[in-house]
């Protein structure tokens, strides 16, 4: 049903990893019908909204420590499987839905309800996009995520692409909508801070924000951390701060088989040099130069105007991802900072990232906000979801990605698909826990293991 001025926008949730949670529920308040709105924390937004957070049960599903550094609260939050999800779904009403979720995730859940809505007079708007810089994978990416009444482009450059890609394989492309990042905000940087200035003036800090997956060897590792630790001994009265995403054990996104924290307990690092965890937006308020390969970090901190550097140490390579900061003048390498360069971001290639740093973030989200307003108000209700795959069109791909979630090619339950038909007992719930604790220790501690064994 559409929303009123009197009933809140009732957005559900459906989020696969902490970062993808982030998202997915920042992106929920930007998109819910109303005024426009700066980018800020859920509380201090004028948009009335309930929000259902539901977390699929996987290796990657957020902690409970993860969830409070992401820093936003939903009414109700639920840990569930693909089934339960889509039951959910049948049983609950709401006027929007966000898939925040791997492509494989999305493209199962668009034929999940699909089906579970069928015969139904009006369904929610499904929405659906990317957490981030998108550099690889991007047509298959796209192709899972068609079918959503709106699949989110971060950027002017991202819609661009979105689209030549929709028309390229023949499909509607006019769910593509332009926005921008849902995390970008905070005060500006207003300069650095004077080393020598008197005592309660912090020092000037830099920050190295890391990736779990990039780069993904220790030799890449070892040699990023010792320079960072280099450049906190040749400039001691900086600040050093290695940003770390999750601690050991946990999971985010991308699987991290080599953590900095374990790294760096062999090294010797001088006393200026600090690992910090916690929310990148709190980090970025005392940060006066930002480092990483290739992280949506940069694009938080070149929103607010902090000096910023894509490392090229290793190269500019697609598998990095740093290829996508071609063009943004930030691109630099461990000496020439250790000397003092600065690079200077390029405006254009900044204007077409939809980091926004000109003011106009404050209304990147109005058309994603007019047009979910205009299909919530659409006479007779909204369309079943057409996905671009189907057993007709992908018959050698689409099955195996439903199966992955325990769904059959029309989107039904397989036989068996867990918690298809009940919720589960005490004694489930504690065999699901454990079984999950040690997949999890699987993939972090012994895969590793077995692959390095091999390559001897």
Same mark, same amino acid.
């Given at each position: 049903m559409p929303p009123s001025t009197t009933k809140p926008t009732r957005i559900a949730v459906l989020a696969d990893s902490d970062t993808r949670w982030k998202w997915g529920a920042l992106t929920a308040a930007r998109i819910a019908p109303g005024p426009s709105m700066e980018a800020v924390p859920r509380e201090d937004a004028q #948009? *009335?909204?309930? !929000?259902?957070?539901? !977390? !699929?049960? *996987?290796?990657? +599903?957020? +902690?409970?420590? %993860? =969830? &409070? /550094? @992401? *820093? @936003? +609260?939903?009414?109700? =939050?639920?840990? #569930? +499987?693909? @089934? /339960?999800? =889509?039951? &959910?779904? &049948? /049983? %609950?009403?709401?006027?929007? @839905? #966000? !898939? &925040? =979720? #791997? *492509?494989g995730g999305v493209q199962a859940m668009l034929h999940g309800l699909k089906r579970v809505w069928e015969g139904r007079e009006r369904r929610p708007v499904v929405v659906t996009g990317y957490v981030g810089v998108v550099y690889e994978k991007l047509a298959d990416g796209l192709l899972l995520r068609h079918g959503a009444d709106l699949v989110l482009a971060n950027s002017r450059q991202d819609a661009e692409r979105f689209r030549q890609v929709y028309e390229g394989v023949g499909a509607d492309a006019s769910s593509v909508t332009e926005v921008a990042l849902p995390f970008l905000g905070g005060a500006s940087y207003e300069g650095e801070h004077d080393p020598s200035a008197k005592q309660g003036r912090r020092p000037y800090t830099v920050v190295f924000a890391v990736q779990p997956s990039v780069p993904d060897s220790r030799k890449d590792r070892t040699y990023l951390l010792n320079r960072l630790i280099q450049h906190a001994r040749l400039h001691p009265e900086r600040e050093v701060l290695l940003k770390l995403r999750s601690k050991p054990g946990e999971h985010t996104t991308h699987i991290e088989e080599q953590p900095y924290q374990k790294l760096v307990q062999r090294l010797d690092p001088p006393a200026n040099f600090r690992l910090v965890y916690g929310n990148m937006g709190e980090v970025l308020d005392r940060t006066d130069l930002l480092v990483t390969i290739s992280s949506t970090a940069a694009l938080e901190s070149l929103h607010r105007r902090i000096p910023t550097v894509i490392l090229t140490d290793l190269g500019v390579r697609e598998t990095l991802g740093n290829h996508h900061f071609v063009g943004s003048g930030c691109l630099a390498s461990w000496d020439q900072l250790d000397a003092g360069y600065r690079p200077v971001p390029d405006s254009d290639w900044v204007g077409r990232q939809g980091v926004g740093a000109d003011g106009s973030y404050a209304y990147a989200f109005d058309a994603a906000r007019e047009r979910i307003a205009k299909l919530l108000a659409r006479v007779g209700g909204l369309a079943p979801l057409t996905p671009y795959y189907t057993p007709a069109t992908a018959p050698g791909y689409l099955p195996g990605i439903l199966a992955r979630h325990h769904l059959g090619p029309d989107g039904s339950p397989l036989p068996g698909a867990p918690a298809a038909d009940k919720e589960p007992g005490p004694v489930r719930q504690i065999v699901r826990r454990a079984a999950r604790g040690a997949y999890r220790h699987g993939v972090q501690r012994v895969a590793p293991v077995i692959r390095r064994m091999g390559e001897l």
């Amino acid at each position: 049903m559409p929303p009123s001025t009197t009933k809140p926008t009732r957005i559900a949730v459906l989020a696969d990893s902490d970062t993808r949670w982030k998202w997915g529920a920042l992106t929920a308040a930007r998109i819910a019908p109303g005024p426009s709105m700066e980018a800020v924390p859920r509380e201090d937004a004028q #948009v *009335g909204f309930r !929000l259902s957070g539901f !977390l !699929l049960r *996987g290796r990657a +599903t957020p +902690t409970a420590r %993860q =969830l &409070a /550094e @992401v *820093g @936003v +609260t939903a009414d109700s =939050l639920d840990e #569930v +499987t693909s @089934v /339960e999800f =889509l039951r &959910a779904m &049948a /049983e %609950q009403e709401y006027d929007v @839905v #966000v !898939l &925040a =979720l #791997v *492509g494989g995730g999305v493209q199962a859940m668009l034929h999940g309800l699909k089906r579970v809505w069928e015969g139904r007079e009006r369904r929610p708007v499904v929405v659906t996009g990317y957490v981030g810089v998108v550099y690889e994978k991007l047509a298959d990416g796209l192709l899972l995520r068609h079918g959503a009444d709106l699949v989110l482009a971060n950027s002017r450059q991202d819609a661009e692409r979105f689209r030549q890609v929709y028309e390229g394989v023949g499909a509607d492309a006019s769910s593509v909508t332009e926005v921008a990042l849902p995390f970008l905000g905070g005060a500006s940087y207003e300069g650095e801070h004077d080393p020598s200035a008197k005592q309660g003036r912090r020092p000037y800090t830099v920050v190295f924000a890391v990736q779990p997956s990039v780069p993904d060897s220790r030799k890449d590792r070892t040699y990023l951390l010792n320079r960072l630790i280099q450049h906190a001994r040749l400039h001691p009265e900086r600040e050093v701060l290695l940003k770390l995403r999750s601690k050991p054990g946990e999971h985010t996104t991308h699987i991290e088989e080599q953590p900095y924290q374990k790294l760096v307990q062999r090294l010797d690092p001088p006393a200026n040099f600090r690992l910090v965890y916690g929310n990148m937006g709190e980090v970025l308020d005392r940060t006066d130069l930002l480092v990483t390969i290739s992280s949506t970090a940069a694009l938080e901190s070149l929103h607010r105007r902090i000096p910023t550097v894509i490392l090229t140490d290793l190269g500019v390579r697609e598998t990095l991802g740093n290829h996508h900061f071609v063009g943004s003048g930030c691109l630099a390498s461990w000496d020439q900072l250790d000397a003092g360069y600065r690079p200077v971001p390029d405006s254009d290639w900044v204007g077409r990232q939809g980091v926004g740093a000109d003011g106009s973030y404050a209304y990147a989200f109005d058309a994603a906000r007019e047009r979910i307003a205009k299909l919530l108000a659409r006479v007779g209700g909204l369309a079943p979801l057409t996905p671009y795959y189907t057993p007709a069109t992908a018959p050698g791909y689409l099955p195996g990605i439903l199966a992955r979630h325990h769904l059959g090619p029309d989107g039904s339950p397989l036989p068996g698909a867990p918690a298809a038909d009940k919720e589960p007992g005490p004694v489930r719930q504690i065999v699901r826990r454990a079984a999950r604790g040690a997949y999890r220790h699987g993939v972090q501690r012994v895969a590793p293991v077995i692959r390095r064994m091999g390559e001897l």
